[in-house]
């Protein structure tokens, strides 16, 4: 089993080194391989310090996550593709975790997570993630599936502009996809809940996620999450 780490970036430098050095941590990652693309719309010193950490990376044509991470999985040579964001830490033996699920039998699975924050509020979000539920299946949850089956699943839907991983999620359940949530957590940045207030967040994903469940194009959606949260 060869696991590809594909990471869609968009101006991230700041946070890139230490998604990338949790995942060198790995004891197996040496077998493995990471593979960064970034925005079209990337102007800051993301191509520099991925160059500096000899890590492979290309450019999309554009600025969304799911056609990034579609053009990651063409470019990534492992069976086992795992998709991570920028601002999110995999546990130091994800690939162990990730090779035991896959040998169970399960083609895909998610991971849970916990916030770099320390807060009463933020621990109960996360433990909600450790559980399959309605929200089950967000980008910060790190997909992990084999490559056959993602392809055979035709890939992230380039036309979500936001929303794009539930909607992927959707179509891995209603295919009979085995998949699975691995109870070993992740750890994710907390700056939109820095920037916003916690109530604020939650009320705009409920909002949006509603939204999204009733049929209303990502585009819309898109531009009200863009107008309620810094």
Known sequence: MKV????????????????????R?????IVHEIIVVLSSGTNDKSEQLLSRMSIRWAKSQATSR????????RLASGNVICFVHADVCLPINSITFIASCLKDGYKAGYF???????????????????????????????????????????????????????????????NNIMYTILAHD???SARKYKDNSY?????VNGLI??????????????????????
Request: glycine share 6%; with cysteine.
């Open 209 to 230: 996620f509603s939204m999204y469940k009733l049929g209303t194009p990502t585009p819309v959606l898109k531009k009200w999450y863009s107008r309620l949260l810094n």
């Open 112 to 174: 849970s997570y916990r916030f770099d924050k320390i807060s009463p509020l933020l621990k109960i979000n996360a433990r909600l993630t450790r559980k399959d539920g309605l929200f089950s299946g967000g980008g910060d949850q790190s997909l992990f599936i084999f490559k056959k089956t993602f392809e055979q699943l035709g890939g992230y839907d380039e036309s979500c502009v936001i929303m794009e991983d539930f909607e992927f999620f959707d179509r891995l359940k209603a």
């Open 25 to 29: 941590r790995n004891k197996d990652y």
């Open 199 to 203: 109530f604020r967040v939650n009320i």
């Open 186 to 188: 992740a750890i994710v």
């Open 4 to 23: 590809s780490f594909v990471i869609p970036a968009h101006n991230e430098s700041a946070i890139l080194a230490r998604c990338i050095d949790h995942l």
């Open 66 to 73: 799911a056609i990034q991470m579609n053009e990651g999985a």
